[in-house]
């Protein structure tokens, strides 16, 4: 049986808690054995929180990135690749700690139906912006008002977290690391530098530049299927490191692939705001030809159309599906240094 009794530190710095560990002994009775656990507290830049909330689990962590199309079960929120380390465990309610996804851009709907179908982490600790797992969340997050937290930590927070135990996000930003002899491995890793003892002030104007029509959208004068499509490219736009939106007259993105309810649920929200479908219970992985079409008919009717990804156009790159629908709503994309339409996703190798 294991118990960890575990507070939370107020500002910066490590406090003890207890882990109890008891099991039987040979010649009966019990054994019980205490351990000190300590907590390291430290606040993170809005720029380290790709999507901010709360959440707490026990820590799930590997060293080997994450490729979440084929290698996670969305309806049993359970790892099957079978060359990953943490193959057949389950990541319902916990702390994953990985460095990044490695795969297909169609992770982030992996993600979005195990948050749709209940089964997501309760937060995703990553050692990069990953654009492949933040679009899934962001969606989720802006469309369907279901949340996973997702932090970005330097190589030196990374290494902590893997070694804790239990990890916990508060509002605001502050993050709460809780395991054994952190204190001693926060001065060997960071030499006890690990993050702001105060929550760091948000710059008020990070440089993007909203067009007229931009804010307008923003502020609802189109919708809400509008409006939550432009709130996804515009975090999508700045993940990229895009300064401003240009205008899309029309939109190919590949990935009609139906990957579960989610993705469908999103489609119908964007389509038609008030006809959105009700949650339902277990993802269904299988593609059925009903829904599949109806996928597409959604898709097409948001202005996408089906592309090659064997022969992609080089003037209008293909985007993920999940962003292409909301650049479909919307008309804009995140631009390029040279001022074409790119893709909005920092893919991690």
Known sequence: M???????????????????????????????????????????????CLVEGEGSGVVMASSTPLGLWGGVDPSRGEIIDPHHPLCGESLVGRALVVPHDQGSDIGGAVLLEAIYAGQAPALIVLDR?????ALGAIVAEEVLSLSVPIVVLDAARFALAQSARLITLHRGRQLVLSGPHLAGLA?????????????????????????????RCLDGENGPAARAAMRVVLRMARLQGACELVDVARVAFDGYRYA??????????LAGWEKAADRPGPVDTVATPEASKRLLELCQRLGGSPVSTAAPSARHPPWPWLLGLCIAVTGRAPALADGRPGSGLPFSG
């Not at 912006?129 to 797992?133: E, L, R, T, Y």
């Not at 579960?260 to 929200?269: C, F, S, T």
């Open 187 to 215: 001065n060997v890793i960071a030499g006890g530098e690990l993050g702001h003892e105060q929550p760091p002030a948000t710059a008020a104007n990070d440089g993007f530049a909203l067009s007229p029509r931009d804010r």
């Open 260 to 269: 579960g309810p989610a993705g469908l649920a999103v489609a119908e929200r």
């Open 2 to 48: 294991f118990l960890a009794l575990s507070g939370v530190a107020d500002g910066y710095g490590p406090e003890c808690d207890t882990e109890v560990s008891a099991f039987d002994g040979a010649f009966g009775g019990s054994i019980v054995m205490t351990r000190r656990l300590e907590s390291l507290s430290f606040y993170l830049s809005a720029n380290e």
């Open 129 to 133: 912006a990953d654009g492949i797992i």
